[in-house]
């Protein structure tokens, strides 16, 4: 094995992640540095170090960056007799996206959860260590497949490094950042025979990088060696050492260039086709000789990415097109699965300028891409097109085809800068839509929802003109905008536009204008609009995006049945087809719906699920969401560390991304922590911060209690008035009782308090009821009626220790020792999974009803492997030995009801 020098303590890292391979635990790491700072030497080090493991390796190849899995198949082309042994949609999504089968993967996580499957499968009973170099070259459907499966390693005994330079995006990953070797190391790596002052100046110069230490002496002349020239000029390290190599090829004889120029095109290593497009054997044979390429078998390698680079570049630009139209004649006719597509590209690369035949199939390259879910390399492929077009209109076409790809892709800012090249010029509706859709998504997910509503609003009218079905749909997707930035003005401007319209029938439209007039004030218009959107005959027929539209317009409607039944719907139906952009929305919803039915436990775990997906998808604003919602049922538990710092934290974020609805939620969080604490000053703050409009009619009972006992009656009016008329009009249990408490607060007024424990006995939301009887017991016990107070106080208790709302729970223990009464301790009889992890909570909710392992990996985005070491770790948590015993388990938890 090669020395290294100067690297303890990468390799001390590497033996512990290779340690914990062999024992069952994952972990991935990503290594990045510059050109030439070791980080290959550090990946033969860890293959040099697996023994008994097996070991996979994949290097990015620049040329290949536009070909969609090219460097995923790369690295599992030795484990694919494996993927039969995936789950069936994932064995179809893996064999779709590499060529393999017909049918294309219905998304591209699709394809990263089979990837985990299938390294989990090939690791077996042993350990899989995988080495990704130049992982910054790797087509951008590989890097999302394979980061996926990184970010879940949890127990299937598989360790993945990636070697890295830079824009490579591995958020949440851990990372190593070499630097240059210290003195010692380098003077180490330099020849002996170099005179001191030769050798200092290397060592300066060089700054610690190993390949420039290596390469280096080997270009220094006589003279120089000699000390009597500087032997390096002022270049960055890395053009320097490329420098040195241009130098060794340029001593080559011109057959020997020329297979290199030819080898450094391709960049697939296939010798067959660099012989094929005119490289010569003793060419390629006297290149391998000067240690610049290695040939094994039927691949050519280039020994260092730099010497490619300094091949290519330093080559004339009439040979370089030259060589390319050569690559394409070559590759004509081949049988390789990505033939095709390779052939395009060198023929655009040899382009000089329109070309109508190649843009043509460089856009059925795009559609071969669209088959595999390959979004980044149809984007590219679409991009070159319409570079090569002339026709100002088809070139717009083809930069709104690259536009959406992009976009598919996650690739907003990408995608954004190709709609903004499109010609202002173009008449096609669906082009046109499509290019508002996209700037849309864009500032939605990165910039503020009302900055996105404004950018419908601005294009909607050139689109009305042309198809009055897409402008109903953008403006729909305005007020939408409109919702989330709390901004009335422009929902009322899109509502009017929209009702100018020749009449759609669908929920959507009737929905929208609800929210529209609830955000304008009008709270019977807006629940009348709205309830008729949700009705279940209207819901026939919605897709995802229509159902979580809907599912939204629930919480405003007090509905709390019907949102957890259509937010579970959605999640289902994007799991089913594998819709996992829209999941993000559907979790995020679902754990709201969780929560307000008192489900806490099953709230968390969704919302954690959602956090972790929006983290992977980059959804910032949907992490600001999902944070707030997540505070918000933390709020109601008392969970007094981990509500505050999602709130706080949730509420700044959405704040700065002009996010109204998430910093609403994110304050009524805080101001159900401060009530619950018995902070009222702190409460009240923070719920009139919260705009008086949208959700603000739900908070606005919690406003009054606080204002109440804060000791400032005066301040009730408003938000009385405000949850009142919301009430009188969703005509639902709970909203009624809560009523009757607000105004039993406000008059003193038992009848009210009588009437309202009577109402909670027919709604779903016990916190809610346990609010009313705390408020009822402690204004019984004022009134020195304690016998009575013990009552609605000990039923609070009993409700709040059951739902595991800690400092609620506290507070009736205290009104109850204030009657004279000893309160039992606290118990969470109902829920006997509270001692699970969220993780291991969704686990065993699915296993109790009776999924498999492999059923369960494919819903929650893991590893059959990791399930099963998940239920290891719940059954002696729960007290059980066997799956059989969780069907008893799960009868006796509320929260699998």
């Not at 080898?263 to 660099?274: K, N, R, Y």
């Not at 390399?377 to 679409?382: F, G, I, L, S």
Request: proline share 4%; charged share 20%.
């Amino acid at each position: 094995m090669t020395v290294l020098y100067g690297r303890a303590g990468e390799q001390a890292d590497i033996e512990r992640l290779l340690a914990e391979a062999r024992t069952g635990q994952s972990g991935a790491l990503v290594i990045r540095g510059q050109a030439g700072i070791g980080k290959s030497a550090l990946l033969d080090y860890a293959a040099g170090r697996a023994e008994g493991m097996r070991v996979l390796r994949g290097v990015g190849i620049e040329s290949e960056a536009e070909l969609p899995f090219a460097a995923l198949h790369l690295l599992l082309r030795t484990g694919l007799d494996r993927i039969h042994a995936l789950p069936d949609v994932q064995a179809t999504a893996l064999n779709g996206a590499l060529g393999l089968g017909d049918i294309a993967p219905e998304n591209r996580f699709l394809v990263g959860l089979a990837t985990l499957s299938l390294l989990s499968e090939l690791a077996g009973d042993g350990a899989l260590l995988c080495l990704i170099d130049d992982a910054q070259w790797f087509d951008q459907a590989s890097v999302d497949a394979l980061v996926f499966a990184a970010r879940r390693l949890e127990a299937e005994g598989v360790a993945m490094i990636f070697a890295v330079r830079t824009g490579f995006p591995a958020a949440g990953l851990p990372e190593l950042r070499l630097g240059g070797l210290d003195s010692a190391a380098a003077a180490a790596l330099l020849p002996a025979d170099l005179l001191p002052q030769v050798r200092e100046r290397l060592i300066e110069e060089s700054d610690g990088n190993p390949l420039a230490l290596i390469e280096l002496p080997a270009a220094l002349s006589a003279e120089q060696r000699a000390g009597r020239l500087s032997p390096v000029g002022a270049m960055p390290v890395a053009d320097r050492v490329q420098e040195a190599f241009q130098t060794q090829i340029a001593a080559l004889a011109e057959p020997a260039r020329i297979a290199l120029l030819i080898a450094a095109a391709d960049g697939s290593g296939e010798l067959e086709t660099v012989v094929g497009a005119g490289a010569s054997l003793h060419g390629l044979e006297s290149a391998e000789r000067s240690r610049l390429i290695e040939i094994r078998g039927m691949i050519v390698g280039f020994r260092h990415p730099l010497i490619r680079a300094a091949v290519y570049q330093s080559a004339p630009v009439t040979q370089r097109l030259a060589v390319h139209q050569a690559l394409a004649d070559a590759l004509t006719g081949s049988a390789a699965t990505d033939a095709a597509d390779r052939r395009v590209w060198h023929l655009a690369a040899a382009a000089l300028g329109p070309d109508e035949d190649v843009a043509r199939e460089l856009e059925e390259a795009a559609e071969r891409a669209r088959t595999r879910s390959g979004h980044a390399a149809m984007a590219a492929a679409y991009e070159r097109a319409a570079e090569l077009t002339a026709d100002p209109v088809r070139r717009s076409g083809r930069l709104a085809a690259a536009a959406l790809a992009a976009s598919d892709a996650g690739l907003m800012g990408r995608a954004a800068a190709l709609a903004d090249s499109a010609t202002p010029e173009v008449d096609d509706p669906d082009v046109m839509a499509a290019l508002i859709q996209v700037r849309v998504h864009r500032e939605f997910e990165l910039g503020t929802p009302l900055a996105a509503g404004r950018i419908i609003m601005d294009g909607v009218s050139r689109v009305v003109a042309r198809s009055c079905e897409w402008a109903t749909w953008l403006l729909v997707e305005a007020i939408r905008c409109a919702w989330f930035a709390g901004d009335a003005r422009l929902a009322e401007e899109a509502a009017a536009s929209l009702c100018a319209l020749p009449e759609v029938d669908s929920p959507l439209v009737s929905g929208a204008l609800g929210l529209t007039r609830l955000l304008s004030g009008d709270v019977g218009g807006g629940i009348k609009l709205m309830g008729e959107a949700v009705d279940v005959h209207a819901l026939a027929g919605l897709g995802v995006p229509g159902l979580t539209f809907t599912a939204s317009l629930c919480f405003p409607l007090g509905r709390a049945i019907l949102y957890e039944e259509i937010t579970g719907q959605a999640v289902a139906d994007c799991r089913k087809s594998g819709m996992i952009g829209w999941l993000t929305f559907a979790l995020q919803d679902h754990g709201l719906a969780q929560g307000w039915l008192c489900r806490y436990g099953e709230a968390r775990a969704v919302l954690n699920a959602g956090l972790r997906l929006a983290a992977d998808l980059g959804y910032e604003h949907r992490i600001s969401h999902i944070t707030c919602s997540l505070a918000w049922v933390l709020a109601h538990q008392g969970d007094v560390e981990e509500c505050r710092a999602n709130a706080e934290e949730g509420v700044a974020r959405a704040n700065a991304q002009g996010l109204v609805l998430a910093a609403a939620i994110g304050r009524w969080a805080l101001g159900l922590l401060e009530l619950g604490l018995g902070r009222p000053d702190a409460a009240l703050q923070q719920l009139e911060a919260i705009p008086s409009t949208g959700i603000a009619v739900l908070s606005a009972a919690d406003q009054v209690e606080a204002a109440i006992r804060s000791g400032r009656p005066e301040r009730t009016k408003e938000p009385l008035a405000r949850y009142l008329a919301w009430a009188r009009h969703v005509r639902q249990p709970s909203s009624d009782a809560i009523a009757l408490r607000c105004r039993a607060l406000v008059e003193e007024d038992e009848a009210h308090f009588v009437h309202a424990v009577h109402l909670h006995e027919e709604d779903t939301q016990p916190y809610e009821q346990a609010r009313t009887q705390l408020a009822y017991g402690e204004w019984l016990r004022r009134a020195r009626r304690r016998a009575d107070a013990r009552v609605q106080l000990r039923g609070a208790l009993e409700i709040f220790d059951r739902l595991g709302s800690e400092l609620w729970a506290e507070r009736a223990r205290a009104e109850l020792r204030a009657t004279g009464d000893v309160p039992a301790a606290p118990r969470r009889a109902d829920d006997p999974l509270s001692v699970l992890t969220p993780q291991e909570r969704q686990v065993v909710r699915l296993a109790a009803n009776g999924a498999s392992n492999r059923d369960i990996a494919a819903q929650l985005f893991l590893s059959p492997r990791t399930v099963g070491y998940h239920l290891y770790k719940a059954f002696p948590k729960l007290g059980i030995t066997s799956r059989a015993q969780l069907a008893a388990i799960a009868g006796s938890s509320s929260v699998l009801d």
